[in-house]
Structures are given as structure tokens and as C-alpha cells.
Antibody
């Protein structure tokens, strides 16, 4: 059974850097093809994909936030860390991490499943 | 970026009646392998999103048969054959063809 859980501060001040940790079990990020993604959801708003890290350390970022995002992994700890620099009040959101399985070329999956429970981060002075 | 839209944004359905949600993308989601890279997720009240349909028409494990996905290219549809009370929630489509992955605005499904 795959599980993921996000952790980090619930409140950050504007201009600070947010560091979120996704701790997972039930799979290894050393397994070929797999990945972990981060998605956020501002209160009452839609989902927004932020970043993705693959088993081979390939990283993808949302272009609109790329200059502020860094995603890393620690395979030995089964953790993925997302940092967001220069936080603004508009970054207030629930942040989710999710297991990503692209499948293969001939049997693609390309899904985020499952997701963590999410962690609400508020940006306020 | 690929823009994804959904309609309607709000849907109120009588239990036992069918429901349908449309999802459109600004460019074709057909990969060179012939598959449509479009997923559907549902976010039930107070819960995290969960996978419903992947690659346009494949039900995820444990998803009831009343849910089906169809479509190709830029036009996709999620259908619920007979809505049940537990189907209340926000339904999102997401294009997975290329990063940045993009979600639709969501469709809120309520029960009469």
C-alpha cells in the first residue's frame, strides 16, 4: 500500500522560504520510471501542478513558479522536499504531494495516485 | 501551456439520474503512442483528490462501474450513469501529455 504525508510549517511570513517534506512508503524512488509530484490548492480554488521529480532525478517545474521552486529527493529516507522561495500571501494553499506513475510508452498510465492528505500553509505577517 | 476547460462548473443532480462533465484542451492530448493523456480526479468534501479515470477512459482501481470516461483529441467527457449521494464533490480533469500538467477549473457536483 502506497502512502504519502506532507509536513512543514503551517504559517510563514511574506518573503520567507517555505520547505515542505513529503514522506512516503510503499514504493521506492529508486524504481525506474516512478516520480513524486507536488500540487497545491488555494482555498476555494482549483488544483495547480507545481513540480515533479523522477526516479532518475529528472525534475520538472511549473514555468510560472520555476524561479522560486526547488524539488529534491532523498531516496534513502523515502522523502521528497519542495522549497518555495519568497512566499507571498497568494501562495496560501493546501499543498499535496502525490505518487506519479508514467507507465511505459506502450502501456502508459500518467497518473497521480495516491495523494497525501495535504498540508495547509498560510502566508501572513 | 495547455489550457484545460470544463463545463459546467456546477451540476446539481437527482440521485439515480445521469450526469455528464465536459473537458476540453487547447491542443490535442493524443500522444505518439495513440493514447489520450487525460485524467479525471474527484475531490470529495474534506478529502484529498483521488484518481477516477486515466488515459481518457480507464477506470482506476476500485472506481465504480457507473463512472466512465470517453473522448479523444481535445474533447473529453466524464459520465456518471446513475448518480449516488456519495458522488458529491469536485471533479477535475488534468492533461498529462506534457509539463506543466494543467488542471481544469473543476466541476462541483451536488445532489438535489
Amino acid at each position: 500500500q502506497i502512502t504519502l504525508k506532507e509536513s512543514g510549517p503551517t504559517l510563514v511570513k511574506p518573503t520567507q522560504t517555505l520547505t515542505l517534506t513529503c514522506t512516503f512508503s510503499g514504493f521506492s524512488l529508486s524504481t525506474s520510471g516512478l516520480g513524486v509530484g507536488w500540487i497545491r490548492q488555494p482555498p476555494g480554488k482549483a488544483l495547480e501542478w507545481l513540480a515533479l521529480i523522477y526516479w532518475d532525478d529528472d525534475k520538472r517545474y511549473s514555468p510560472s513558479l520555476k524561479s522560486r521552486l526547488t524539488i529534491t529527493k532523498d531516496t534513502s529516507k523515502n522523502q521528497v522536499v519542495l522549497t518555495i522561495a519568497n512566499m507571498h500571501p497568494v501562495d496560501t494553499a493546501t499543498y499535496y504531494c502525490a505518487h506519479y506513475n508514467p507507465g511505459t510508452y506502450y502501456r502508459p498510465l500518467n497518473w497521480f495516485d495516491p495523494w497525501g492528505q495535504g498540508t495547509l500553509v498560510t502566508v501572513s505577517s | 501551456d495547455i489550457v484545460v476547460t470544463q463545463s459546467p462548473l456546477f451540476l446539481t443532480v437527482t440521485p439515480g439520474e445521469p450526469a455528464s462533465i465536459s473537458c476540453r484542451s487547447s491542443q490535442s492530448l493524443v500522444h505518439t503512442n495513440g493514447y489520450n493523456y487525460l485524467d479525471w480526479y474527484v475531490q470529495k468534501p474534506g478529502q484529498s483528490p483521488q484518481l477516477l479515470i486515466y488515459m481518457g477512459s480507464n477506470r482506476a482501481s476500485g472506481v465504480p462501474w457507473r463512472f466512465s470516461g470517453s473522448g479523444s483529441g481535445t474533447d473529453f467527457t466524464l459520465k456518471i450513469s446513475r448518480v449516488e449521494a456519495e458522488d458529491v464533490g469536485l471533479y477535475y480533469c488534468m492533461q498529462a501529455l506534457q509539463t506543466p500538467f494543467t488542471f481544469g477549473p473543476g466541476t462541483k457536483v451536488d445532489i438535489k
